[in-house]
C-alpha cells in the first residue's frame, strides 16, 4: 500500500501486547508514521482501550478515519480469559496483590452454571475504582493509587454470551461478548461476590470488536514492517 492512505484515512487491527498500554501503541506507530510520511502531524488513534494486562484485537484510526473512532467504540466487544476464585484485588486484576482470601469448597459445577446464567442481559455495572473513569477532571485510578475512596455511577451494560469452562477450578476460564463501557475487571469481582467467594481477572484477551477479528491483526513488528516498506 502507499504511505499516503495512512493520511486519506485507514484501519489499523493490532493484537496489543502484554503490559503496553493503548497509547503506548498509538504512540509507538504514530511515531513511524510521521518518520515515514516526512511530517510533523498525523492523527492516530485507538476505538475501545485495553488495560495494560490485557492482549488482543486494538482497532486503530489513522488520517481522516479517526472521525470514525466514536461509531467504532459502540461495537460489541468479545474475550477470553481467566478468574481466579477464591481471591481479590482492589483493581480486580492483578495491578496490585491479593488483599483477601475467601473458601472455594462449596462452588460446584451447578452453582457456577446458576451464577453465569444470572450474568445475562442488561444490568448495572459499577466500573472498577482503578480505572479511567473521569471523576471530576482526573482519572479514577488517580484518586485510587492515593488510597481515596471515590463513588463511581454504575452504567447501565449487556451480555450477549458468556461460557465457563470449570475444568481447572479454582481458575474458571471463560469467553464473553458484551456491550461496549463493559468491564469485564467488575464482571469477574461480581461473579466472585455471586459465587459467595472473591473473583479475580488474571488474564484477558480480546478477540473481536464488532465486525473486527484478531485473526487479521498484526503485532506491533508487523505494523511498523508495513509502514516501513509502504511506497511514498
Known amino acids: 500500500m502507499k504511505a499516503s492512505q ?27 508514521l510521521k518518520r515515514k510520511l516526512l511530517v510533523k502531524k498525523i492523527k492516530v ?3 475501545g482501550t485495553l488495560d495494560p494486562l ?6 486503530l484510526c489513522t488520517g481522516k478515519f479517526t472521525k470514525k473512532i466514536e461509531g467504532l467504540t459502540t461495537d460489541h466487544k468479545t474475550y477470553t480469559g481467566t478468574i481466579l476464585l477464591g481471591k481479590t484485588t482492589p483493581s480486580y486484576d492483578l495491578e496490585t ?6 473458601p472455594t469448597e462449596h462452588i460446584t459445577d451447578t452453582l457456577i452454571d446458576e451464577v453465569r446464567q444470572s450474568f445475562m442481559g442488561k444490568q448495572l455495572q459499577t466500573p472498577p475504582i482503578f480505572s ?31 461460557a465457563v469452562d470449570t475444568s481447572s477450578l479454582p481458575e474458571l476460564n471463560f469467553s ?57
Open 132 to 162: 479511567a473513569k473521569q471523576i471530576d477532571g482526573k482519572r479514577a485510578y488517580e484518586f485510587a493509587r492515593k488510597g481515596e475512596t471515590v463513588e463511581l455511577k454504575q452504567n447501565q451494560i449487556e451480555v450477549f454470551d458468556f
Open 54 to 59: 490485557a492482549t488482543g484485537l486494538l482497532v
Open 176 to 232: 464473553i461478548k458484551c456491550s461496549k463501557g463493559t468491564y469485564i475487571r467488575s464482571i469477574a469481582a461480581d461473579f466472585g461476590k455471586a459465587l459467595r467467594s472473591g473473583g479475580t481477572l488474571i488474564e484477558l484477551r480480546r478477540t473481536a470488536s464488532g465486525d473486527f477479528d484478531i485473526k487479521d491483526a498484526l503485532s506491533v513488528e508487523e505494523a511498523i514492517k508495513m509502514i516501513e516498506e509502504s511506497e511514498i
Open 97 to 102: 496483590e491479593y488483599d483477601a482470601e475467601f
Open 45 to 47: 488513534g485507538h476505538a
Open 6 to 32: 495512512f493520511q486519506e484515512g485507514h484501519i489499523l487491527l493490532i493484537d496489543k501486547p502484554k503490559t503496553w498500554s493503548s497509547f503506548d501503541v498509538v504512540n509507538k506507530l504514530r511515531w513511524q
